[in-house]
Structures are given as C-alpha cells and as structure tokens.
C-alpha cells in the first residue's frame, strides 16, 4: 500500500508556529523529492515548497520564505514542514507529495496526501 499522511495541523494564532509531518508507507522517500502544497478555499493549489534527495535541495515560495522550513528524515520515512510567524493568509489545507525532483507544478507530483487544515486566527 502507498500512501502519504500529513499531521500536525490545527488552529494558531498569528504570529504562532506550527510543524507539519508527512509519513509515508509502502515506498521509500529517500528516492524522492518532497513537496508541500496548499490549497485555501475559493483558490488553486500552490507549491509551498520541495526538498530534492538532498537536504541541500530546497525551494520556497516567495509568500513564505524566511518563516517556513522543510526537512526530511529518510531513516523514519518522513518529511516536515516547520510554520514559523504565521499569517491569517497561510489558512490553507496543506498536502505533501512526492515526485522524481522538485517543480512548482502539482501534475508532476506522483503520490498525494489527504492533507491536513491550517487554521491562523485569533
């Protein structure tokens, strides 16, 4: 069975700080690139960001960077997503999915999680 399953998400306040996981099953993620995307309700899905097979790979999106960090760890199978200073606009569901190497575009992924709800209000 393949699957990815994200977790940590819920309700912050502003400013506060959440960290996202992703765990897979049935395939390893050491050989691939890892994404996370965000899809707020009424708005297409946008990349976040992707960390390739190595750590020193890693992308954001303007909207996030300096605030937002991925990280993997390959022996556990999983990948995270540590939301620091968060806004009202990062309300999102977010979802994690892997692919060959990393692209801002969702039809390149191969496997998807469920996703997981990211609330930021007071």
């Known amino acids: 069975q393949v699957r990815l399953v994200e977790s940590g998400g819920g309700l912050v306040q502003p400013g506060g700080s959440l960290r996202l996981s992703c765990a897979a099953s049935g395939f390893p993620l050491e050989y691939y690139a890892i994404s996370w995307f965000r899809q707020a309700p009424g708005k297409e899905r946008e990349g976040v960001s992707c960390i390739g097979t190595s750590d020193s790979n890693t992308y954001y999106a303007d909207s996030v960077k300096g605030r937002f960090t991925i990280s993997r760890d390959n022996a556990k199978n999983m990948a995270y997503l540590q939301m620091n200073n968060l806004k009202p606009e990062d309300t999102a569901v977010y979802y994690c999915?892997?692919?060959?190497?990393?692209?801002?575009?969702?039809?390149?992924?191969?496997?998807w999680g469920k996703g997981t709800l990211v609330s930021v209000s007071s």
């Open positions: 999915a892997s692919a060959d190497r990393c692209s801002g575009y969702a039809s390149g992924m191969n496997y």
